[in-house]
């Protein structure tokens, strides 16, 4: 049973940096597409950005200026780096992996709130 | 960007009924499309891929068609586990946008 987990901190201020990670248990890291996700409260789905199998990545393009994905291969790990952050990063984001860029397998979910 | 356009909004149908949920890209994304289901406080789950492809472990009383710009997704009789929001993505272009979801629920 594939199980992601993901982590971090879950209240920021204005102009700090969100930083995340998550990670793959029961399953393979490698040869996946990996996605994060974020849904504000009571709104949608906002697909922020994803890492393909060779290591190449994409964001949406408001967000490309502020984002980064890096993975780390030894820890099966993968990390979202989001800097100057204001209320309106307020959400809960989902790492989520892919075989193809579909989304198979999803994380808990971690809820980051900015607020002064 | 692709923009994805869901309706209706929000359903209400009895149990049983058969439910219809429409997805209209912006631009021709071929195949390219996925459906997800949101119960609420929980991650998505994957329902269909590649439009009509039916993600293994998921009710075969769900079924995606659809392919260039206009796409469905059919509940054929509808169950009080169904209750969520379902969204729509496409995979052709990136940023690999979603629709605004549509929230169903039992009348």
């Known amino acids: 049973q594939v199980e992601i987990q993901q982590w971090g901190a879950g209240l920021l201020k204005p102009s700090e940096t969100l930083s995340l990670t998550c990670a793959v248990y029961?399953?393979?890291?490698?040869?996946?597409?990996w996605t994060w996700i974020r849904q504000p409260p009571g709104q949608g789905l906002e697909w922020i950005g994803e890492?393909?199998?060779?290591?190449?990545?994409n964001f949406k393009s408001s967000l490309m200026s502020r984002a980064t994905i890096s993975v780390d291969a030894s820890k099966s790990q993968l990390s979202l780096n989001l800097t100057s952050v204001t209320a309106a990063d307020t959400a809960v984001y989902y790492c989520?992996?892919?075989?193809?860029?579909?989304?198979?397998?999803w994380g808990q979910g971690t809820l980051v709130t900015v607020s002064s | 960007d692709i923009e994805m356009t869901q309706s209706p909004s929000s359903l209400s149908a009895s149990v049983g009924d058969r439910v219809t949920i429409t997805c209209r890209a912006s631009?021709?994304?071929?195949?390219?499309l996925n459906w997800y289901q949101q119960k609420p406080g929980k991650a998505p789950n994957l329902l269909i891929f590649?439009?009509?492809s039916l993600q293994r472990g998921v009710s075969s009383r769900f079924r995606g068609t659809g392919s260039g710009t206009d796409f469905t997704l059919t509940i054929s009789s509808l169950q009080p586990g169904d209750v969520a929001t379902y969204y729509c993505?496409?995979?052709?272009?990136?940023?690999?946008?979603f629709g605004q979801g549509t929230k169903v629920d039992i009348k």
């Open positions: 631009q021709n994304v071929g195949a390219h």
């Open positions: 993505q496409q995979t052709h272009f990136t940023p690999r946008t």
């Open positions: 989520s992996r892919g075989f193809g860029s579909f989304l198979e397998d």
């Open positions: 029961g399953g393979s890291f490698s040869g996946y597409y």
């Open positions: 590649a439009a009509s």
């Open positions: 890492i393909d199998p060779r290591g190449s990545s």
